[in-house]
């Protein structure tokens, strides 16, 4: 049987597979399996179980586990709330200041925790509800906290960028710092709607009660005194404090990602104890399980992605696929579009850990040989993977946030989400024309350091 009959062999019996409903990380490694027994000697199946253990054995996916224990901590306590709370405080007399503070509040806990879900769990539990009880439409509200989630996937520490750093053989302190620039572009463009959003439901709120119509909270004055504002602060600043330690123990070259990752989850169990009091076991059994059962299903899905990887390799498919996309010569930004464009398709069924171990062996090379910066398409290809957190039919941000607020219908919650989705377009096209926003600082830290 011809490579290229392999190979179409290979997705349609994965793409069958996978849409049977079988759990991901099991639907790899059944295919997997499957292609090892009928086209590899069968010596290669009493390696199994060596080939996953060797695929997994990068001190670099250490990481992982110790920055879910960190940000499980952050995120089982009511460090989210505090968050948003003393933002709102510092910025309610900017307009629409309710907004910026939820998105400066989901990106700050998406750089503490690491997490797209626990960012919108703990900033959307009390953000949503605020800004309904404010005057803010249902679906905006829901769609601000879906879209700053998504900053989890992209500011350091990274889960993403992780696995993307083993993939493609990149330095995970460069994908960190390569990260900030776009995040806080991201931060940027989704502040600025928020404000031009609230512009636009104050002036229809306006209208309909000049009209003798019901009066929406969103035109009344907030007042916060300065004695508010800094009452909010003590439980805030030591969680700031710690980010700030573990990015100078990162990029000071003082610890690695995995001593700074282990580091951080101590801290961060240290900081909860003392300012939440939950020392005890019934408060931390929860941040234990909740790391276990998150790890688990991570390393689970990452195993088999690199098990699937590697069939895939050992059956000149992903060497085949790459060397065809070289020969058709194609110019270097229709290449990056057509790669773009799979990895959205991707993103309406797989989550990024998938995408990022499933193409690498594929779409790397011919970007290599197309003398693209890896680093920075690492940050591109995570922002458009974080469009995919946002869209339906899997969209994970969008399920986080029908489960804490069951009253926002999944309709108005998509529609919410999708002015951020075309946000994120305008962000991918800023970087494509300024590479530097993504690329300035690893190589200003880096040449620093020669």
């Avoid at 290979?10 to 027994?37: Q, R, W």
């Avoid at 439409?137 to 996937?153: E, P, R």
């Avoid at 003392?274 to 020392?279: F, S």
């Avoid at 920075?376 to 974080?386: A, K, R, Y």
Wanted: glycine share 10%.
């Amino acid at each position: 049987m011809s490579g290229l009959t392999i190979g179409l062999l290979y997705g349609a019996t994965t793409l069958a597979v996978l849409f049977s409903g079988i759990p991901i990380a099991f639907a790899l490694g059944t295919v997997a399996t499957i292609f090892m027994v009928f086209f590899m000697p069968h010596s290669a199946l009493d390696t199994v179980a060596q080939n996953v253990y060797q695929e997994m054995a990068s001190i670099t996916l250490l990481t992982i586990p110790l920055f879910i224990l960190k940000g499980a901590a952050i995120g089982k306590s009511r460090a989210g709330q505090d968050l948003y709370a003393a933002l709102h405080a510092w910025l309610h007399r900017i307009p629409g200041g309710l907004g910026v503070a939820v998105v400066l509040a989901c990106g700050l806990f998406a750089a503490m925790a690491g997490s797209s879900p626990a960012t919108c769990s703990a900033i959307g539990s009390s953000g949503i509800p605020e800004m309904r009880r404010r005057g803010y439409s249902s679906g905006f509200a829901a769609g601000l906290v879906a879209a700053g989630g998504t900053l989890g996937i992209l500011l350091p520490p990274s889960i993403t960028l992780i696995l993307y750093a083993v993939a493609s053989e990149q330095s995970l302190g460069r994908l960190f710092l390569a990260g900030i620039g776009p995040g806080v572009l991201l931060v940027a463009l989704f502040a600025a709607y928020a404000m031009l959003r609230h512009r636009f439901e104050f002036r229809r709120a306006t209208e309909i009660a000049a009209k003798g119509g019901p009066r929406s909270p969103i035109i009344e004055a907030e007042h916060f005194t300065m004695r508010d504002r800094f009452i909010a602060l003590p439980r805030v600043l030591p969680f700031l404090i710690l980010l700030t330690g573990v990015m100078f123990a990162l990029y000071g070259g003082i610890a690695t990602p995995s001593e700074t990752a282990g580091l951080g989850a101590v801290l961060a169990l240290v900081l909860v104890a003392l300012v939440y009091g939950a020392w005890r076991g019934s408060d931390l059994k929860p941040i234990f399980e909740s790391t276990l059962a998150e790890s688990g299903m991570l390393m689970l899905i990452i195993g088999m992605s690199l098990f699937y990887s590697y069939v895939m390799s050992y059956l000149h498919i992903s060497q085949g696929t790459a060397e065809w996309i070289v020969s058709l010569n194609l110019s270097r930004w229709f290449l990056f579009a057509a790669i773009a464009v799979m990895v959205v398709v991707l993103g309406f069924f797989l989550p990024p850990v998938s995408i990022i171990l499933m193409t690498a062996p594929i779409i790397l090379p011919p970007l290599r040989a197309a003398q693209f910066d890896l680093i920075w398409f690492g940050i591109v290809m995570s922002v458009i993977m974080e469009m995919g957190l946002i869209h339906p039919p899997v969209g994970l941000n969008i399920f986080v946030i029908n489960k804490i607020a069951p009253d926002v219908g999944l309709k108005e919650i998509v529609l919410g989400t999708m002015p951020f989705v075309g946000l994120m377009m305008v962000a991918i096209v800023i970087l494509c024309f300024f590479p530097e926003i993504a690329t300035g600082l690893p190589d200003y830290f880096y040449s620093k350091k020669r």
